[in-house]
């Protein structure tokens, strides 16, 4: 069970980096390297509606997120892609699951809010996106956030990976090995509870999630969901898992953040 346990714990730390090549032409992106050597593709829009910060999740890519820039540049939204530290062409030692993740997170909406300072700023996270965007410390200064699949504390997410390997007993086991999560990476694990930012997060935010999602289950989300105090909405993604939630309903999914977004940019005019 051990073993099991640190195998996991490798798995999700160990980085994930990879050339990623250049941007798609219809993107009409330019290669962008922001502080701490953070690589990502920035895509301006005419429109001048907003700006759009898109996090993958973990040991993904700026590439996974190509659908939603496509739908929101169709909205006449400016986008920018990144890869996370640790993934894709960004520097990184190893992924922490959100907690040094989220300076990247900070650099990137300076960034934006450099370009375009004069309209709001948005965040769509996924996973490790989404945990990184809450953990962050100060709270980016954003206008909305959309949050997919997020856990709400490590422990939970570490025994619900376990026990997708081996069951509720190795779940059961994995508790008592969470602690070397900080011990291996370095870092303080009591930090890694998004459902805690959460709480003092008063930005408007939907959050969704797979209704058969394993790693982050519906009961996480729902917890993660209660914390947030200011304007909130939740999308229970029927019959996905912890998936690309784009991919899995793309119409849907453009409805209901479109409609979301839109709602967000009509509240701050």
Known sequence: MLGVCLFALHQL????????????EWLAARDVVLS?????????SAGDRASVLLLHGVRSDRRSMLGRAKFLRESGFSVLLIDLPAHGE??????????EESVAVTTAVDFLKSKTPEIPTFIIGSSLGGAAALLANPSPDVQAIVLEAVYDDIDNAFENRVRIRVGDTGAA?????????????GIDRE?????????????PVLVMAGTLDQRTTVDDTQRLFAAFK????????????????????????????????????????
């Open 13 to 24: 730390s160990n980085p994930n980096r990879q050339d990623v090549g250049g941007p798609p």
């Open 36 to 44: 701490g050597d953070i690589s990502g593709w920035y895509s301006a």
């Open 90 to 99: 960004s520097a990184g030692r190893s992924i922490t699951f959100g907690l």
């Open 173 to 185: 086991f994995a508790r008592r090995v969470v602690p070397l999560i900080g011990a291996v990476l």
């Open 191 to 203: 930090m890694l509870r998004p459902v805690d930012a959460a709480a003092s997060t008063d930005t």
């Open 230 to 269: 200011g304007p909130k909405q939740l999308w229970l993604v029927e019959g996905a898992k912890h998936q690309n939630l784009f991919r899995y309903n793309e119409s849907e999914y453009r409805r209901i953040v479109g409609a979301f977004l839109e709602g967000a940019v009509t509240d701050l005019q």
